[in-house]
């Protein structure tokens, strides 16, 4: 079984400030990490993932997570928040690319950038 | 490439009556997952499918929830006699091959139960 825990339901930083959301996990097998973001109602985009190969992971928009394993942690850093940053950002893991079971998500953090 | 299309996008229905969402998947993917999304809460996984096959239907709730993937056309969910704790959105996602590294996700479909 697998499941994903995010730190803070709500974060909120100033413009120009480091964003970092917090994730941690479980897994029985090495994971798949993801991290995603929805804007208001729409649906998710896949920010970045880390399937084994390097544990730092750049994705788009600025954003990175680093894979630490002894941590079982994936946070997702950006260090300098845009206002266009704001969302809902959801960390996910799946333990196998060919699971048939999709992806768990953790129940996700809102970013609020403050002016 | 349209992405993957859900439709409708907002849907309304009164206790006791049916609701059907539909997903096309991105051209060239044949793998079709649903989610449901709760209010404050995040994404569940529903089912899991191919054409014609269901191959996961883990999340499903055991009453009143099936859905399909045929051989020509979209995805369907089907809610039959909605309550109003069906209310949510739900996400359909698309991938080329099996497994979760390659999901795109449509823009979802809000259920609201009056």
């Known amino acids: 079984a697998q499941s994903v825990t995010q730190l803070g339901s709500h974060v909120s930083v100033s413009e120009g400030a480091l964003v970092l959301l917090r994730c941690n996990y479980s897994?029985?097998?090495?994971?798949?990490l993801f991290w995603y973001v929805q804007y208001p109602n729409q649906g998710l985009q896949l920010l970045l993932k880390?399937?084994?190969?390097?544990?730092l992971v750049k994705g788009i928009n600025g954003f990175e997570a680093e894979f630490k394993k002894s941590e079982t942690s994936f946070h997702l850093t950006k260090p300098s928040a845009h206002m266009s940053d704001a969302a809902e950002y959801f960390c996910a893991v799946s333990d196998s690319g060919g699971g048939a079971d999709g992806l768990t998500f953790g129940k996700g953090t809102h970013l609020i950038i403050q002016p | 490439n349209a992405g993957v299309m859900q439709n409708p996008r907002h849907l309304v229905r009164r206790r006791g009556q049916e609701a059907r969402l539909r997903c096309s998947p991105m051209k060239g993917h044949s793998h079709v997952y649903w989610y449901r999304q709760l209010p404050e809460e995040g994404l569940k996984f529903m089912v899991y499918l191919q054409k014609e096959n269901i191959i996961d239907e883990s999340g499903m709730p055991k009453e009143r929830f099936s859905a399909e993937f045929p051989k020509e056309g979209p995805s369907i969910l089907r809610i039959q006699q909605v309550v109003r704790g069906d209310s949510a959105a739900y996400f359909c996602a698309s991938s080329r091959q099996s497994g979760a590294n390659v999901l795109t996700f449509g823009a979802g479909s809000r259920l609201t139960v009056l």
């Open positions: 897994s029985s097998v090495p994971p798949y």
């Open positions: 880390y399937t084994s190969a390097a544990t």
